[in-house]
């Protein structure tokens, strides 16, 4: 299984960027797919997530209100929407997939076992 993240860039604050996911291989499993984030120096912290069955999304507080997490079935694809972005969203953006759902655990990065290459966004002031 494979997980390609595209639509990374150089943007200035407030403006906004789209993020894709395509997974391809074996997909049809797939339970969850999340977005996470790295800056410089800092762990990979949760952004947002996507539950396969239901359509339910769950989002980090920091993100709430400006970033949307959606899917298209026919392409398999998972797309970040975000709006109003700031310098402190400034990071690494990954993909990740997993089999298996939690409400206890979907934002934790060890709960993800399929990850894509990491995408740049670059907010600047």
């Known amino acids: 299984v494979q997980l390609q993240a595209s639509g990374g860039g150089l943007v200035q604050e407030g403006a906004s960027l789209r993020l894709s996911c395509e997974a391809s291989?074996?997909?049809?499993?797939?339970?969850?797919l999340g977005w996470f984030r790295q800056a410089p120096g800092k762990e990979r912290t949760f952004v947002a997530a996507i539950k396969w069955s239901d359509n339910m999304t769950y989002y980090a507080d920091s993100v709430k209100g400006r970033f949307t997490i959606s899917r298209d079935n026919a392409k398999n694809t998972v797309t970040l929407q975000m709006s109003t972005l700031k310098p402190e969203d400034t990071a690494v953006y990954y993909c990740a997939a997993d089999l298996s759902f939690s409400r206890l655990t979907y934002s934790f990065r060890t709960a993800y076992k399929h990850w894509g290459q990491g995408t740049q966004v670059t907010v600047s002031s």
């Open positions: 291989g074996r997909t049809s499993g797939y339970y969850v």
